[in-house]
């Protein structure tokens, strides 16, 4: 556990023991494509309900040409988004919400500390820390380029009605 007010020290999670690739989260959380924030979880205690997972980011990605001409940065949104990854992950494989899906509930004390570039691993370990099962999710949540702090926060999930979204989709079509 960690130093310097760490979830877990940066220093040392171990990158070799991959816990699930990306075959594998893709069997538990639902996004495809531009959306997978997500490359492996190389940690998942359900004990003390701390995960790790990591994105390598590429020239490729979709917010290169535009987030920002010339000096391209990862939205923080998209850190967040990579966060909600890993809680869906987290959440689903270790049943916590007793749900099929769940979705974003909020954000709260969100603050970005550094850049991550293309070619960058971004690293985020979450740990739960307010559970409302069949309700509610807490968790707070740092993300590292390489050993550095480049956001934190707290993340809420919730479970979605799947079923009235199905109505809802069907409806629409």
């Known amino acids: 556990m960690g130093g310097k007010n760490f979830i877990v020290d940066p220093h040392q999670i171990d990158?070799?023991?991959?816990?699930?690739?990306?075959?594998?989260?893709?069997?538990?959380?639902?996004?495809?494509?531009?959306?997978?924030?997500?490359?492996?979880?190389?940690?998942?205690?359900?004990?003390?309900?701390i995960c790790i997972?990591?994105?390598?980011?590429?020239?490729?990605?979709?917010?290169?040409?535009?987030?920002?001409p010339?000096?391209?940065?990862?939205?923080?949104?998209?850190?967040?988004?990579?966060?909600?990854?890993?809680?869906?992950?987290?959440?689903?494989?270790n049943d916590l919400l007793g749900c099929e899906v769940m979705g974003f509930g909020g954000l709260d004390n969100v603050r970005f500390r550094g850049m991550v570039l293309p070619g960058d691993r971004l690293t985020i370990v979450l740990q739960v820390t307010k559970l409302r099962r069949g309700r509610m999710l807490i968790c707070h949540f740092q993300a590292f380029a390489s050993s550095t702090l480049v956001c934190e926060g707290e993340i809420r999930a919730v479970p979605l009605p799947i079923d009235e979204l199905h109505k809802k989709i069907a409806a629409a079509e």
Request: glycine share 8%; aromatic share 8%.
């Open 15 to 49: 990158y070799s023991k991959i816990v699930a690739d990306l075959e594998a989260i893709r069997g538990v959380n639902a996004q495809r494509g531009a959306m997978e924030q997500l490359t492996a979880i190389v940690y998942d205690d359900a004990e003390q309900n």
């Open 53 to 68: 997972g990591y994105r390598d980011t590429t020239n490729d990605e979709f917010w290169c040409a535009g987030h920002m």
């Open 70 to 93: 010339g000096m391209p940065l990862m939205p923080g949104v998209i850190m967040c988004e990579a966060a909600a990854q890993i809680c869906s992950f987290h959440s689903r494989r």
